[in-house]
């Protein structure tokens, strides 16, 4: 293992790969949550409709982890290669007013498909705001 480089670290988070989100529900138990993001240099930045579960344990409580990974493919000799950014922090929710982050986001992940990331639905959307407490970029393998 060791950690990645700042080039590397700025490319995963501007590939079009999803995130998981891991929260936390009342009695304990971790979920974790498929989730589509970008990064703003600061802070991890979602949104999904308001009556998502995820958003309601993240309104409970806001501990949040973050796991970012790409798996490039397979060294020679076996075994895999993986990129990893690892996050711990807390969560703060607020409205995507104007949907502005919603097609940001969209627009991120429509490259990858060729479309243009345009789409009217954006009402209701909840923004997610991620600042990490801790930050870790590794690469295994």
């Not at 806001?62 to 690892?86: K, L, W």
């Amino acid at each position: 293992m060791r950690p990645l480089r700042p080039a590397e670290i700025a490319e995963l988070l501007a590939d079009e790969v999803s995130a998981h989100l891991a929260t936390v529900d009342e009695s304990g138990y971790p979920h974790v949550t498929p989730v589509r993001f970008v990064w703003d240099g600061d802070c991890f930045r979602l949104t999904d409709v308001a009556d998502r579960p995820h958003l309601r344990r993240m309104r409970s409580d806001p501990r949040v982890g973050f796991v970012v990974h790409r798996e490039p493919g397979a060294r020679n000799g076996g075994g895999h290669v993986s990129r990893e950014i690892r996050v711990t922090g807390q969560a703060r929710l607020t409205d995507d007013i104007g949907g502005s982050w919603t097609s940001r986001i969209r627009e991120k992940y429509a490259r990858a498909s060729g479309g243009d990331g345009r789409c009217e639905e954006t009402a209701d959307r909840v923004l997610v705001t991620i600042t990490p407490s801790r930050f870790c970029a590794v690469a295994v393998g």
